[in-house]
């Protein structure tokens, strides 16, 4: 039985960035770039002001001066015409500036505004107030590179620079396969003994946030006809996520009808709690994973297995969550020889993290999930950690909120 990280490490092993594909802006954001991305022109692409004003010549700009207003310019406007000696143009923000001009003088800098005079200030100097052609981006220069995750700055950058569409690891679609006599669809009439299908919208959710595409395989029956019907149609996807029926129960099938299918088993269990009756597979190079039942053992054992694979088939570099260390605020008490993952509350303190369990720690209850920011890892050899042991865990999202202390 492979340890927590032993597991993470074989899963990462067997699976591979899915093929690339072109996509749009908009429907590659939150994914992969797989090629270099050249900005496709000079960004700014002419020599436009910085700010509302009035177009100059910085030489004829001695303090003090009075120059004739020759006319005026607006964004989206270009002045066409050869600016006679001693004239400024009226420009706004973003217009090309005159090819006579050389600097721009905010209307707040102005000395006197006449109508159609003004008089300037001292210390004009040459190419105040443009922004020169080129000088944010060159054409041809790199603006995204193989790895980089678009988001909305890459859209900005790639929009404005000429380009429309972009090469990205596809997103990977993910099956997901609720097992179980007693499951019922949301919505549905719930009759005595039936629980609803949670797990179904959960790890879909799951999928979603990860930047994939859950495909809904509903429910299978606790018998291998219906199990074989479902799983065979979920290996068609990149991706098959089951839950339920993997324990030690008469009716948990899910093992035998995957191996029957010609699903290769890798590991059948984890030395973990919760999550220990986690199973993952390969029918060639689908990866397929068995997750407990229990509703919170299946989304935090997709948070630690199943997510990470799948950001590495969408080609993310980074995979897993960024690791803290966390000062335990309460003492924590378990048992000896198993890895454990805490739902845990974490609080800044200036430069520190505290933690402290978020509830209830039974895998049955839900809320604790719900309340939690974060899990801690409880390494498999200790049974107790004291008030001020210092504990690594990771955040259950990339922007947590942290409430300051007294907040
Ligand atoms: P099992 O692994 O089949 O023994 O299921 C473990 C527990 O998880 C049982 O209480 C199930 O009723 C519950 N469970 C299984 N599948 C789901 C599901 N899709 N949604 C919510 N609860 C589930
Ligand atoms: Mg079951």
Redesign the pocket.
């Known amino acids: 039985m492979p340890s927590f990280q032993q597991a993470q490490s074989i899963i990462l092993e067997s699976v591979n960035p899915l093929p690339a594909t072109t996509v749009s802006l908009l429907d590659a954001v939150s994914m992969v770039a797989c090629e270099t991305v050249p900005a496709g022109w000079d960004l700014p692409t002419f020599d436009n002001s910085a700010m509302d004003g009035y177009a100059v010549r910085a030489a004829e700009c001695e303090s003090g001066r009075e120059l004739a207003v020759a006319g005026s310019v607006m964004a989206g406007d270009r002045y066409g015409q050869s600016l006679p000696p001693f004239t400024a143009v009226k420009i706004m923000t973003g217009a090309a500036v005159p090819d006579d001009c050389d600097a721009v003088i905010p209307f707040e800098e102005i000395l006197l505004e006449a109508p159609e005079s003004i008089t300037v200030p001292a210390g004009v100097k040459k190419g105040q107030h443009i922004r020169f052609t080129g000088e944010d981006v060159r054409s041809g220069e790199t603006v995204v590179s193989p790895g980089t995750v678009i988001r909305a700055a890459e859209v900005s950058m790639l929009a404005a620079t000429g380009i429309t569409t972009v090469n990205v690891f596809r997103r990977v679609r993910v099956a997901i396969l609720?097992?179980?006599d007693?499951?019922v669809e949301v919505g549905a009439d719930i009759p005595a003994g039936g629980?609803?299908?949670?797990?179904?919208p959960a790890l879909a959710a799951a999928v979603l946030e990860a930047g994939g595409e859950p495909v809904m395989l509903g429910i299978a029956r606790d018998n291998r006809e219906s199990l074989r019907e479902k799983v065979t149609a979920g290996l068609g996807c990149d991706v098959l996520v089951t839950?339920?029926?993997?324990?030690a129960?008469e009716r948990?099938l899910v093992r035998q009808v995957l191996a029957e299918v010609g699903v290769k088993p890798v590991f059948w269990k984890v030395d973990l709690k919760p999550g220990g009756?986690t199973a993952f597979g390969l029918k060639g190079a689908t990866p397929v994973f068995s997750l407990?039942?229990?509703?919170v053992s299946s989304l935090l054992t997709f948070e630690e297995f199943v997510r990470p694979a799948l950001l590495k088939m969408m080609g993310h570099k980074r995979v897993f969550r960024p690791a803290f260390k966390g000062i335990l605020d309460e003492e924590i008490h378990k048992k000896a020889g198993k890895a454990s993952l805490l739902r845990i509350k974490v609080l800044r303190d200036g430069d520190f993290f505290r933690i402290r369990s978020a509830g209830n720690q039974q895998t049955g209850l839900q809320k604790t999930l719900l309340h939690a920011d974060a899990v801690a890892l409880l390494s498999a050899d200790s049974s107790f950690f004291a008030v001020g042991e210092k504990v690594p865990f990771h955040f259950l999202a990339d922007s947590a909120m942290l409430a300051e202390e007294g907040c």
């Open positions: 609720s097992t179980g007693e499951l629980i609803i299908n949670s797990n179904s839950s339920a029926g993997v324990s129960g948990d009756p407990p039942g229990n509703p």
